[in-house]
């Protein structure tokens, strides 16, 4: 009896995998959502991986291949919950042939796969070919044995791939299942999504396009291929939408019970909210799972965008609390069979799940507040202004906005916005700190019409060259004296112009008499430009000068660059394999290196990862800097930093068994020349972004010699030895808390003996006993005492109103104290709000319970006014 055909999508995922490995493809894992390809944000293909490899570029793994791709696209997420099949994230089930096997062997195995091994009925499947692969309809109708009626040609645009305006390309071949066969075999539309659903692509690589357009055949053709793995599911598993498979429906139902609602019995809209909540939840649990963390930058902002629309949706269906670390703990359960990964980096998904969350929701809060109030206007659209509003004070995205103006039937205005934006950036321009902007045009100019400059710092720090161009005192220029600031271009230089993060050199050029001082050196796209002054002699336009640069500056930010890079490896290897660059500074006398992590790094962990630079330090590792192909440095490992343009060959600075990055910095030659290094500091910068700052080589010896002066002076103060000086300070800490709690005892005891005697100053209104007077030198806690105690003593009807200036002597602080009773309550009197707008006339605010609220103020000369205000409109409420 023949197997059951797979129904769950661990089964169709397997079934696929063996089918492929039973005929010679070795089993690829899923790579990252964080490519190795600095250029691209995310995967978005099963056969990104293998991108490399298909265009030469890299040696193929064999020369068949399987696997099951974990991809992201966000690029239709309006649709995501809207349409049966739109997801961000999504698995990408492949074959591809590297070379080896081609058109007829793919067409047939997917055929034997889709009605063999997942038993798809023929009389359900129909085929697309490009209109022009005449080869490619032959062997579905005489080969495979395909009706004819149900092989569709179609354009370019659907069935023609390509990996640019240039290189390889080849057209495809798509099967469709129908779900509708009973509607026949003619005027088949493959565009009618109600009817027809694509589920295998299969590409043909078989041409090279040239800067013509001319097509010529590869010699070495390739197949790629992509199975939806969704899509197949909801194929074989009978339902609707690919949210009702068994890869989803059991986060719509963790969703739907934390909002206590039933699911088939919601409508559309809400259908839809939990569609969104299911689908995000994977890809922000596995996008974190990969090294990425929530921010306003890059994959960051996809993450934080999933994330935000996740949290919005629950509320829409009644969620009122943080919900995130249980759709994140839902996800792993679903998913850690296929990526086991999900469980050893639980705490860290939940924990930056929890964080952005918490984040998210005062933003949220404030901004719904501020749209419902727009929206309730019934305005015909929602201004730029007001978006930018939204934006720009409350941290309200720009998407959420037009999201919830759609749901209300209302558009955006994004000119508007874009408008409101850029004055924005203009103001901003005009509030910045003003530069020399002839200089500046000066020196582009400059730049855009020479050639780029030889650098051969590596090598030398030595070298004569050749003056090119000039700028003195802002103006470009043919020669320059004794006392000009001048900016100087060489056809050659031993100066290394700032660039990754590393300052640029600094030194002297001297020719026949001639004395510059270079104190920086910059870049202007391949040119560098020294910066300096002439001290002695003149310079003109074609002089043959001598650079020489600073060596101890170039000792300082070799020895710093390295460390850098060790510290990069040892975040790695103690925090995180995930965390990556963010931005570095490598100067003559610090280091300072940002990197995406959600949380602080520990105090154990920065020990660790002292130890383990200073450890590589001392085991005087050689380094090997060459330069090979990007594709070649990538696969051997080397790491680039996301958003950095590279060149087609690179600079490769590997530290062997440590660390390999690719840097145009310049480095020591072995990691003892360092000497040592020291952690200064670790902070946070921005949303998920951590900063440390360091020392390295000589620059050691100064922080410590620092740290030794303020510990001497320490010691000599407190009469302590160096490793008593914690204690000591702790001592005291206690003592002068125990003596401020002391102090404040007894002014509180202070403020009641005086307040004793004002009771007898209440004014009778009515029923009620009305006290207000001032009671200076009393801090809040003794003035609120005194109130209170006022209040109990003259019972129900008591309304006292307290002022007074802690420090007499400072006007500046003023505080006020309301205390009412039950009938001055029942009254419609509350402490709260009646004290908080007392406190106005002082120039503060403040408020509280109903019986009991103190308010601040900043002008003491208006407090007696502010007194007598509390006592008239007392009289009047109470009269």
Avoid at 764 to 788: K, N, T
Wanted: negative net charge.
């Amino acid at each position: 009896m023949a197997a059951a055909a797979p129904r769950t999508g661990a089964e169709i995922r397997a079934a696929f995998l063996d089918f492929y490995e039973e005929r010679g493809h070795k089993p690829m894992a899923s790579a990252s959502l964080v490519p190795e390809d600095p250029t691209v944000l995310l995967t978005i293909a099963g056969m990104l991986p293998f991108k490399p490899v298909f265009l030469g570029q890299q040696q193929r793994p064999a020369p068949r291949a399987t696997s099951s791709q974990k991809c992201i696209r966000t690029n239709d997420i309006e649709n995501v919950g809207r349409t049966a099949r739109h997801h961000t994230f999504f698995e990408m089930l492949g074959n591809f042939s590297f070379g080896d096997y081609f058109k007829e062997q793919a067409i047939q195995w997917a055929w034997s796969l889709s009605t063999g091994v997942f038993g798809l009925s023929p009389k359900n499947l129909v085929v697309s070919v490009f209109r022009e692969d005449d080869e490619a309809e032959a062997i579905w109708r005489d080969v495979v044995g395909v009706n004819p009626k149900r092989i569709i040609r179609m354009d370019e645009a659907d069935n023609f791939w390509a990996s640019g305006p240039t290189g390889p390309c080849g057209p495809c071949s798509e099967i469709y299942y129908d779900f509708k066969p009973e509607l026949g075999d003619d005027g088949i539309d493959l565009e009618d999504d109600s009817r027809f659903i694509e589920f295998y692509n299969l590409v043909f690589m078989q041409y090279n396009r040239d800067a013509e357009g001319t097509l010529t055949p590869l010699a070495n053709r390739n197949i790629d291929t992509g199975m939806g793995l969704e899509r197949m599911a909801q194929i074989l598993q009978k339902v609707p939408n690919n949210y009702e498979t068994d890869l989803i429906y059991p986060l719509i139902e963790t969703a739907a019970s934390l909002a206590g609602i039933d699911y088939p019995a919601l409508d559309d809209k809400g259908k839809t909210s939990l569609k969104v909540i299911g689908d995000h939840s994977r890809a922000i649990t596995l996008l974190i799972c990969d090294g990425v963390t929530a921010s306003n930058l890059g994959r960051g902002y996809i993450l934080r965008r999933l994330l935000r629309r996740v949290v919005r949706h629950g509320r829409l269906l009644g969620i009122d609390k943080p919900f995130l670390t249980a759709m994140g703990e839902a996800s792993i359960a679903l998913m850690q069979a296929a990526y086991p990964q999900l469980l050893e980096r639980r705490e860290v998904i939940l924990a930056e799940l929890q964080r952005e969350e918490a984040r998210f929701l005062e933003t949220l809060e404030r901004g719904e507040k501020l749209l419902a109030d727009v929206l309730a206007a019934k305005p015909k659209q929602i201004s730029g202004e007001q978006a930018f509003e939204l934006y720009d004070t409350y941290g309200f995205p720009l998407e959420l906005t037009e999201e919830i103006a759609e749901e209300h039937g209302l558009r955006v205005d994004l000119e508007g916005f874009e408008a409101a934006m850029e004055a924005q950036r203009q103001r901003a321009k005009a509030a910045a700190v003003s530069i020399d902007l002839t200089l500046q045009d000066a020196i582009d100019q400059m730049a855009a019409e020479l050639e780029a400059t030889s650098f051969r710092g590596y090598e030398l720090l030595d070298h004569s060259s050749s003056v090119l161009a000039l700028v003195v005192n802002g103006e470009p220029a043919e020669r320059a004296e004794a006392g000009d600031q001048v900016q100087v271009v060489l056809d050659t230089t031993p100066f290394y112009g700032e660039g990754g993060g590393q300052v640029g050199d600094r030194g002297v050029l001297s020719g026949d008499g001639l004395i510059v001082t270079i104190e920086a050196v910059s870049r202007n796209r391949s040119v560098f430009v020294h910066s300096g002054r002439v001290e002695r002699g003149s310079l003109s336009v074609g002089d043959v000068v001598h650079g020489q640069v600073d060596r101890s500056c170039r000792r300082r930010a070799q020895a710093n660059h390295t460390a850098t890079h060790l510290l990069q490896a040892a975040l790695k290897q103690v925090v995180d394999p995930g965390i990556g660059q963010a931005g570095s500074l490598v100067d003559f006398d610090r280091l300072r290196f940002d990197f995406h992590c959600p949380r602080a790094i520990t105090a154990e962990e920065l020990e660790q990862i002292e130890a383990l630079i200073n450890g590589w330090i001392a085991e005087a590792h050689s380094l090997e800097v060459q330069e090979m192909a990007i594709e070649k440095a990538k696969a051997a490992g080397a790491v680039a930093m996301f958003g950095e343009k590279y060149a087609d060959v690179v600079r490769v600075v590997d530290v062997p068994g440590v660390s390999m990055e690719l840097c145009g910095g310049t480095h020591v030659s072995n990691t003892a020349e360092i000497g040592l290094f020291k952690i200064v500091s670790e902070s946070g910068v921005a949303a998920g972004i951590r900063r440390i700052e360091a020392v390295a080589g000589a620059a050691v010896l100064a922080y410590l010699n620092e740290r030794d002066v303020v510990v001497k002076q320490l010691g000599e103060r407190f009469k302590a030895q160096p490793a008593e000086i914690v204690e000591r300070v702790l001592t005291l800490q206690a003592e002068l808390k125990a003596s401020q709690k002391a102090l404040s005892a007894a002014r509180e005891e202070l403020a009641l003996a005086k307040s004793a005697a004002l009771a007898s100053q209440a004014e009778a209104i009515g029923s009620f006993q009305v006290l207000i007077s001032r009671l200076d030198g009393v801090e809040g806690g003794g003035l609120q005492s005194a109130a209170q105690g006022l209040a109990d003593q003259l019972g129900d009807g008591a309304a006292v109103v307290l002022g007074g200036l802690p420090d007499p002597a400072d006007l500046g602080k003023v505080i006020l104290v309301a205390a009412f009773g039950k009938a001055v309550i029942a009254k419609g009197q509350q402490a709260g709000k009646f004290i908080g707008a007392v406190a106005k006339a002082c120039g503060g605010g403040g408020g509280g319970r109903p019986n009991l609220a103190q308010a601040g103020g900043r002008d003491g000369a208006a407090l007696d006014g502010a007194l007598e205000q509390a006592r008239k409109e007392l009289g009047s409420a109470l009269g």
